[in-house]
Nanobody, 125 residues
Framework: QVQLVESGGGLVQAGGSLRLSCAAS????????GGWFRQAPGKEREFVSA????????SYADSVKGRFTVSRDNRKNTVYLQMNSLKPEDTARYYC??????????????????WGQGTQVTVSS
């Protein structure tokens, strides 16, 4: 079992930056690939970014490429999402997830075994 807790969300103006953190407890996060997803009101949960167990592989949704960067520190059991040049359309609840296929950078929600409760990101125009 892995428990995931996100932090770092908040209210920011368009063009600003935030860094989300996802801290894992229970089993070591280094046994898992990490993913970030987001869900806006009335919309389905969508893929944002993923990172393999050692950070060698990453993937991004087209909508965030060049603006968001995923990273991890396995010594701290934490995955990060640096979000720059934020836009109002980035407003959503952001969720961290763990995928037991440790080398994967899947964009599919069904491939993830554990989920956090999410952190709200609101970008004002």
């Amino acid at each position: 079992q892995v428990q995931l807790v996100e932090s770092g969300g908040g209210l920011v103006q368009a063009g600003g930056s935030l860094r989300l953190s996802c801290a894992a407890s229970g089993r070591s996060f280094s046994n898992y690939a990490g993913g970030w997803f987001r869900q806006a009101p009335g919309k389905e949960r969508e893929f944002v970014s993923a990172i393999s167990w050692n950070g060698a592989l990453t993937s991004y949704a087209d909508s965030v490429k060049g603006r968001f960067t995923v990273s991890r520190d396995n010594r701290k059991n934490t995955v990060y999402l640096q979000m720059n040049s934020l836009k109002p359309e980035d407003t959503a609840r952001y969720y961290c997830a763990a995928n037991g296929v440790y080398y994967s950078v899947s964009s599919r929600t069904k491939d993830y075994d554990y989920w956090g409760q999410g952190t709200q990101v609101t970008v004002s125009s």
